[in-house]
C-alpha cells in the first residue's frame, strides 16, 4: 500500500503508530517497525533524560530492520523538559517528531537541521495555516472520532478542507479501527494515518491488564469526554468511577478560568492533578479507574500482539 507517507518515512504501510501517554513504549515500536509501520513514542513517557536517550539508542539499532521511528513533543510552557528533550532527539536522531500544544517553530527549525521529519498535530485549518508557514512537513488531522484530546471536525471535511488550502500533506488521527476505515481516510486525501487506541490492548503495551481487558470489554458507546484531566474535553472510558466523579469541572474551576490571569495557573494544576490520577490507573489495580481511551475500541476483540494487531489494518 504505497501513498506518499510510505515514501517519507521508508514504511511498508502508510501508518504511524500514534504516541500515547503512558501506553507507547520501545517493545510496541519495535514491533511496529518490525511489521512495516512507524511508531511513535510521547517524550513525556520517559521521566529522565538518559531513559529517552537510552530509548533512542535502543530504537536506532532496530533500524536495520526497516520501519521509522519518532518522538512527540509537547511544545508549550507547561512541558518545562522540552528544550533538553528536543535537543537529545536531535543529537541522537530520529526519522520524524511529532509536535503538539504550542509553537513548533523551534522544533521545526531545530529537527531540519539534522534531516528530521516535523508532523504537527492541528485541529483545524487556522492551526494548520500557521504550521505551514512555519515549515512543517505535513499536518496530523486530529478529527472528531479520536481517543485523548481529539478535534471537533469530522474527518471527510477536516481532511478535504485541508487538502485544498494547504500546499503539504495531511496524515489524518482518529477513527481508525478496521481497514475498511484506514481506507476511507485515504479516499478522503489522507497520504496515511494515525491509529492510537487499537494498540492499548496489546500485550506489549506498559499499561495493567486490567486498562487491556477494559479496551475489550467496553465500546465506542462507553466513551466519554471528560474535562478533569487537563481542563481540555478529553475522552475516557465510562467506568463506575467516573460516573462517580462526574466529568465537568467544578464550579470553582469554571469561575477561575474565566478570569484571564488565573486561568493558566488553574488549567496547570487541573493537568498536574489530572496526569496523576491517569497514571495510577494505567499502571495500578485500583478502583479509581480513569483511562484515556477513543471509540476505536470497539475493534479490539482480544489482547494481542502488536503484528496481530497491525494485520487488521494491513
Same mark, same amino acid.
Given at each position: 500500500?504505497? $501513498? ?5 518515512? *521508508?514504511?511498508?504501510? /502508510?501508518?504511524?503508530?500514534? /504516541?500515547?501517554?503512558? &501506553? ?16 511513535? =513514542?510521547?517524550?513525556?513517557? @520517559? ?9 533512542? +539508542? ?15 513533543? =509537547? ?21 520524524? =517528531? ?84 484506514? *481506507? ?8 496515511? &494515518? ?7 490492548? +496489546? ?36 467506568? /463506575? ?34 496526569? *496523576?490520577?491517569? $497514571? ?6 485500583? @478502583? ?16 494481542? /500482539? ?9
Amino acid at each position: 500500500m504505497k $501513498t506518499p507517507l510510505t515514501q517519507l518515512l *521508508n514504511i511498508k504501510h /502508510p501508518i504511524i503508530m500514534a /504516541p500515547m501517554f503512558l &501506553v507507547s513504549n520501545v517493545a510496541m515500536v519495535k514491533a511496529a517497525m518490525q511489521a512495516g509501520i512507524a511508531g511513535c =513514542i510521547p517524550a513525556l513517557n @520517559y521521566r529522565t533524560l538518559p531513559e529517552l536517550q537510552e530509548a533512542i +539508542s535502543e530504537l536506532k539499532a532496530l533500524k536495520t530492520e526497516g520501519g521509522a521511528f519518532g518522538f512527540n513533543l =509537547i511544545v508549550n510552557k507547561s512541558n518545562l523538559k522540552f528544550p533538553e528533550q528536543l535537543k537529545v532527539c536531535c543529537e541522537l536522531g530520529c526519522d520524524f =517528531i511529532i509536535t503538539s500544544l504550542g509553537n513548533p517553530k523551534q522544533v521545526i527549525d531545530e529537527a531540519h537541521k539534522k534531516g528530521i521529519l516535523v508532523f504537527c498535530d492541528i485541529v483545524n485549518l487556522e492551526q494548520a495555516k500557521k504550521v505551514e508557514s512555519l515549515g512543517c512537513d505535513a499536518v496530523i488531522a486530529v478529527n472528531n472520532e479520536a481517543g485523548g484530546h481529539r478535534g471537533t471536525i469530522a474527518p471527510k471535511q477536516l481532511i478535504e478542507e485541508l487538502n485544498a488550502a494547504l500546499k503539504i500533506p495531511v496524515i489524518s488521527a482518529g477513527g481508525v479501527g478496521t481497514k475498511a476505515q484506514l *481506507n476511507e481516510k485515504l479516499s478522503f486525501g489522507a497520504i496515511g &494515518v494515525s491509529i492510537g487506541s487499537a494498540f492499548i490492548a +496489546s500485550e506489549e503495551a506498559g499499561v495493567s491488564q486490567e486498562y487491556k481487558e477494559a479496551c475489550v470489554n467496553y465500546g465506542a458507546e462507553d466513551i466519554v469526554l471528560t474535562q478533569k484531566i487537563s481542563g481540555t474535553p478529553c475522552t475516557v472510558i465510562n467506568t /463506575p468511577y467516573v460516573q462517580e466523579i462526574g466529568t465537568e469541572q467544578t464550579w470553582l474551576e469554571k469561575i477561575l478560568n474565566k478570569n484571564k490571569w488565573l486561568k493558566k495557573y488553574v488549567k496547570m494544576l487541573r493537568f498536574l492533578k489530572g496526569t *496523576n490520577m491517569v $497514571t495510577k490507573a494505567a499502571t495500578e489495580a485500583t @478502583y479509581k479507574t480513569v483511562w484515556v481511551a477513543g471509540p476505536t475500541i470497539e475493534h479490539s476483540k482480544a489482547i494481542e /500482539p502488536v503484528e496481530k494487531i497491525i494485520e487488521r489494518f494491513v
